[in-house]
Antibody, heavy 118, light 109 residues
């Protein structure tokens, strides 16, 4: 059974960097798939942040592209999100996700709430 | 990146059918079969229930069905059950970016 689990700080200061990791179990991140992040501000709708292919090619939402980096750690079977220069508008539940490559997201982590506040 | 348009809410009694629409453009919903639907019960993560417009993942009840006409996709829940009460989001793919719908809250009366 493939599972995704997010981890990282639940509180980040304004202008700081949000860093999250997604541990993947039951499937190698080097196998065919795309690994990504989606966020949901409290009471609001879903927003796709970006993804990285199993080969390491990233693809980001243009609205966040200047602040986002997604990377793979094959040795740990994990992938990570870095979002720089955060503001209160970045407060959200962050989900890590998998896409099998046909324009849908077939697996989601349970999500982790990140609050941006001083 | 503008969101796809969904009705804010729909409701129905147990056993009834409800349909949720998802309106986009020629660049997303109107392109190929790039439409999926996600169910999000309160306090939980979304889960895919329909992909490629009409396909159901293993384990999803067949009372959930999808369709598309032009730039509007639809999700129909037939034989509504109490456990179907949740938020539902459509999604498509535009210019190498996933775009989600505005979300629809389904209430079982």
């Amino acid at each position: 059974q493939v599972q995704l689990q997010e981890s990282g700080p639940g509180l980040v200061k304004p202008s700081g960097t949000l860093s999250l990791t997604c541990a993947v179990s039951g499937y190698s991140i080097s196998s065919s798939a795309f690994w990504g992040w989606v966020r949901q501000p409290p009471g609001k709708v879903l927003e796709w942040i970006g993804e990285i292919s199993h080969g390491g090619t990233p693809n980001y939402n243009p609205s966040l592209k200047s602040r986002v980096t997604i990377s793979l750690d094959r040795s740990k079977n994990e992938f990570s999100l870095e979002l720089r220069s955060v503001t209160a508008a970045d407060t959200a539940v962050y989900y890590c996700v998998r896409s099998p490559g046909w324009y849908y997201l077939d697996l989601w982590g349970r999500g982790t709430l990140v609050t941006v506040s001083s | 990146q503008s969101a796809l348009t969904q009705p804010p809410s729909v409701s129905g009694s147990p056993g009834q059918s409800v349909t949720i629409s998802c309106t986009g453009t020629s660049s997303d919903v109107g392109t190929d079969n790039r439409v999926s639907w996600y169910q999000q019960p309160p306090g939980t993560a979304p889960k895919v229930i329909i992909y490629e417009v009409t396909k159901r993942p293993s384990g999803v009840p067949d009372r959930f069905s999808g369709s598309k006409s032009g730039y509007t996709a639809s999700l129909t829940i037939s034989g509504l059950q109490a456990e179907d009460e949740a938020d539902y989001y459509c999604s498509s793919y535009r210019s190498s970016t996933y775009v989600f719908g505005t979300g629809t809250k389904v209430t079982v009366l």
